[in-house]
T-cell receptor, first 116, second 112 residues
């Protein structure tokens, strides 16, 4: 069973602080690692994604750090804001595999609360 | 541009009843997916389709059926509803593979 393990399950951060969510994967064939953000009552939305040929990708306050040897990747939210309060999902896929191998496998999610 | 539209948003079913969850996308995406989301369990793939007339099982297909007669529509059928099917169901579409999934806003289903 291919899995993506995500931690922590919940996270409380003060406004202005750094939020860090971690994911670990098993399948070394995975070559695409996105993060999705979900607000209550809404569907998940793509936030940022990375390929394994780079160790870091930054978009605004959001950064993905990728460690290929450890098979881990993490999401860092700098200067966290109350509006960032949401559930975050990491995911992984073997995009080049085609067919069902290209389907995303999601972590179980992290509920982030940013306190004002 | 509506994206992915799911109906209904909420539904209560009695055990043994059947229903169809509707999903329509207007982005001309070939790939479509059905997921269920349970608290603390993430998103689990029920069925997916890579184009009209082609469907395949995901991780948790038991108790569900799908069809894909057009590019736009991908309905999910629940036969003989059971309490274990109480969940939030999300439909998604993509241009191909894992890139840029667009999710609908979900259907919250309760089976009593």
């Amino acid at each position: 069973q291919q899995q993506v393990k995500q931690s922590p399950q919940s996270l409380i951060v003060q406004k202005g602080g750094i939020s860090i969510i971690n994911c670990a994967y098993e399948n070394t064939a995975f070559d695409y690692f996105p993060w999705y953000q979900q607000f209550p009552g809404k569907g998940p939305a793509l936030l940022i994604a990375i390929r394994p040929d780079v160790s870091e990708k930054k978009e605004g306050r959001f950064t993905i750090s990728f460690n290929k040897s450890a098979k881990q990747f993490s999401l860092h939210i700098m200067d966290s804001q109350p509006g960032d309060s949401a559930t975050y999902f990491c995911a992984a896929s073997w995009a080049r595999g085609g067919g069902s191998q290209g389907n995303l496998i999601f972590g179980k999610g992290t509920k982030l609360s940013v306190k004002p | 541009n509506a994206g992915v539209t799911q109906t209904p948003k909420f539904r209560i079913l009695k055990i043994g009843q059947s229903m169809t969850l509707q999903c329509t996308q207007d982005m001309n995406h070939n790939y479509m997916y059905w997921y269920r989301q349970d608290p603390g369990m993430g998103l689990k793939l029920i069925y997916y389709s890579v184009g009209a007339g082609i469907t395949d099982k995901g991780e948790v297909p038991n108790g569900y059926n799908v069809s894909r007669s057009t590019t736009e529509d991908f309905p999910l059928r629940l036969e003989l509803a059971a309490p274990s099917q109480t969940s939030v169901y999300f439909c998604a579409s993509s241009t191909g593979g894992p890139y840029g999934y667009t999710f609908g806003s979900g259907t919250r289903l309760t089976v009593v």
